[in-house]
């Protein structure tokens, strides 16, 4: 039964993180008598409309982002309904056909138009039309405000095409102003003239019972009301994510819903395909925005603006349903590079052409690989020794590790929770990378960026199949210790690729392989793998895009305190067992491109010296046979051994003193995958290493 608990770190910030779930929200659209269809609505998710605006919610950020407060919550009026004061707003706009210059907006999730209005909606929300609501009205009715809560406003956009948000910022669900929170806001867009509803971000004990009435009503008796309202709920509370990639919003629309309107949602094939795997199904979801059932639809695409690959398609899809489309005639790229793939519907029902043009396409850029790599799978570990089910996660992924030498690597960020919270090796740099992956909850494990789950369901085969998908990125990389110095160097190497990505960053990561002083509650007695220190920072080394032939090579040092006091956050056990991982992650999508761990190297093997000077490898870079010679000033014994990027044994030999001048030693990689590979050479006192490029 452990592995279906965890331990939750209690929200009251929503800068703090969320456990990522995929969210499948039905689309919801109803039908109104005429007298109500002066507005249609359609839900979306997944993101802000349009997304101008793209910042992540905080209480109050006004101080911080151009954000200003119309309205800010107090003891005095949580209970008590209450007007903001008369706005104008930033262009034009008309609500219900109806032109309008300013509004005023209420403490329980009302804006009209009407600002002669003098009677505040009651917390109490009821469904649509009430009469508790003014004329001219747009409402996320149902919630109250108390102090460190909010009305703030904020234009987005240029015009003409601006987005005017009225966000209810920090709220509270009506009767539980001390329990939760939840953020929603109403937005007017320019010169469409629509209104969206967005649910942004909800969390804590009461935010499950958020109920709100979200809306237009143009008067008594004229209405419209997403479905549910009443008692429509946030659909953010189960993943908690303050940024927009999990956000909900209703777009009503005046007018009546068009017949036919079919729309490419997202083009889902890999953003970073190999040429050697081609030729590929152009792949995607469509959307039928359209008031009638689609039944056969050409299929359309093209890439870098060229000819138009069309092919037939029968399906049924509803009004608001998805399909998910696989093209039926494959593309085949000739050469590496960069792509934009476009893909639309036409010829709805046979001939019907599709009556929004300006959202029948979407594309996306893809970047073909040339040259590949086995890749290291990077397992990052949030857990704590005061967490009973960490361990049972922790033991299941060292079996499975253990069991597979050489595929992956583990780093463990030790955490301050659950209560005491008194792991003595959790920092602000771990807790601070917790929130990189927006974690509000442990046992949690991060695979390559993407795989979010317990460690104890963590499986073999899941390992496997991470390995199985190849690199385009080589990571090598050597350090040394000296007292309590730890000095790394590393090279990332696209290997013959091109990798236009603005948002790289890259991680050297020093870790201990075995603690035990940091023994709490939990039941363990050993823990392995531990980070102590992230170089420079949690926030790593921003890497420009890479490109064929032009390697980056990163160095950073970090001297740890002396003498060692356990209670110090960056402390460690034994200088001796200190690791230093590298890896390479997109900043905005998390994705880790490649991992590796640095090789061990003595001080003398990393300065130029007389034995570095006579040790000559060549070929290299090598499709495989490397010759080794080297030239001592002195007779002695050597041993000669090869590592790969992840620090395991490939080749070794032992050269006895009286054979050893200007002896030709061949090692043979062919057996090995391409990739980063080092030459340890240990001659008495002294070792020197040398990197050997392997490209078949």
């Not at 009469?131 to 904020?154: E, L, R, V």
């Not at 992230?534 to 090579?553: K, S």
């Not at 006091?565 to 960056?570: A, E, I, P, Q």
């Amino acid at each position: 039964m452990l592995k279906n608990l965890y331990f939750s770190k209690a929200n009251s910030n929503p800068t703090k993180s969320y456990m990522k779930k995929l969210l499948l929200l039905a689309g919801a659209f109803l039908t109104f008598s005429a007298a109500q269809a002066q507005y249609y609505y359609i839900n979306y998710n997944g993101s802000n409309p349009r997304g101008l605006n793209t910042e992540t919610v905080g209480q109050n950020p006004n101080s911080l982002n151009g954000w200003s407060t119309i309205f800010a919550g107090s003891t005095a009026t949580v209970n008590t309904p209450t007007w903001s004061a008369v706005q104008t707003l930033p262009f034009a706009f008309s609500l219900g056909g109806t032109p309008v210059t300013s509004y005023k907006v209420s403490n329980t999730g009302v804006l009209t138009f009407s600002t002669a209005a003098t009677a505040v909606p009651p917390v109490s929300n009821l469904a649509l039309p009430s009469t508790d609501i003014p004329d001219n009205s747009i409402m996320a009715w149902g919630i109250q405000a108390t102090t460190g809560d909010y009305i703030i406003t904020k234009t987005f956009g240029t015009a003409p095409n601006r987005q005017h948000w009225i966000q209810f910022n920090s709220f509270s669900q009506t009767g539980n102003s001390s329990q939760g929170f939840t953020y929603w806001s109403i937005v007017l867009e320019e010169t469409t003239n629509e209104v969206h509803i967005v649910d942004e971000y909800s969390d804590g004990a009461a935010a499950t019972g958020i109920s709100i009435t979200a809306g237009i009503q143009l008067n008594s008796t004229t209405a419209v009301q997403v479905a549910a309202s009443p008692n429509l709920r946030s659909q953010t509370f189960a993943t908690k994510d303050p940024s927009p990639v999990d956000n909900v919003y209703y777009t009503f629309t005046p007018g009546t819903q068009p017949a036919y309107d079919l729309s490419v949602t997202s083009i889902t094939n890999a953003k970073y395909p190999f040429l050697i795997n081609g030729p590929y199904n152009i792949l995607g979801m469509i959307r039928n925005l359209g008031a009638t059932p689609i039944t056969s639809f050409t299929l359309n695409y093209k890439v870098n603006g060229g000819a138009t690959v069309s092919a037939p398609v029968t399906t049924n899809i509803g009004p608001l349903s998805t399909f998910q489309f696989s093209h039926a005639i494959q593309w085949a790229p000739t050469a590496a590079g960069t792509y934009t793939i476009e893909a639309w519907a036409t010829d709805l029902n046979g001939t019907n052409a599709d009556m929004v043009p300006a959202n029948d396409s979407g594309s996306k850029a893809v970047h073909v690989m040339e040259y590949s790599t086995p890749r290291t799978v990077l397992h990052e570990v949030f857990t704590s020794s005061t967490c009973p089910p960490c361990k049972p996660g922790n033991q299941n992924l060292r079996n499975i590790t253990l069991a597979n030498p050489g595929k992956s690597i583990d780093i463990k960020y030790q955490q301050d929770f659950p209560s005491p919270g008194n792991d003595p090796y959790q920092s602000q740099e771990s807790i601070n990378r917790r929130g990189v992956y927006k974690i509000n909850s442990i046992p949690r494990m991060e695979v390559d960026g993407g795989w979010d789950g317990n460690a104890n369901s963590y499986t073999a085969n899941m390992l496997n199949t991470a390995r199985n998908k190849q690199s385009f990125i080589a990571i090598s990389g050597t350090h040394t210790i000296v007292g309590h110095t730890v000095t790394a160097h590393a090279t990332i190497d696209p290997i013959g690729n091109n990798l236009p990505n603005n948002d790289l960053v890259a991680h050297m990561v020093i870790t201990e392989k075995r603690t035990i002083r940091n023994v709490r509650t939990n039941g363990e007695t050993e823990f392995f793998d531990v980070m102590k220190k992230m170089m420079p920072d949690e926030n790593g080394t921003t890497v420009a895009p890479l490109t064929a032939g032009n390697p980056v090579t990163l160095n950073q040092a970090y001297t740890f305190p002396f003498p060692v006091r356990v209670l110090n956050k960056d402390s460690v056990e034994n200088v001796s067992n200190l690791e230093v991982v590298i890896f390479l992650q997109d900043r905005v999508t998390k994705e880790v491109f490649q991992a590796a761990k640095s090789v061990l190297a003595s001080p003398a093997g990393i300065a130029e010296n007389n034995l570095a000077s006579t040790l000559s490898v060549y070929p290299n870079p090598t499709t495989g046979l490397v010759n080794i010679t080297f030239t001592p000033e002195k007779a002695e014994n050597a041993v000669l051994e090869i590592y790969n990027a992840v620090g395991a044994r490939v080749w070794n030999t032992a050269i006895s003193a009286q054979e050893i001048n200007g002896k030709l030693i061949d090692a043979d990689l062919s057996g090995q995958p391409n990739g980063f590979y080092f030459l340890n050479l240990k001659y008495g006192e002294q070792t020197v290493t040398k990197k050997i490029v392997l490209i078949k």
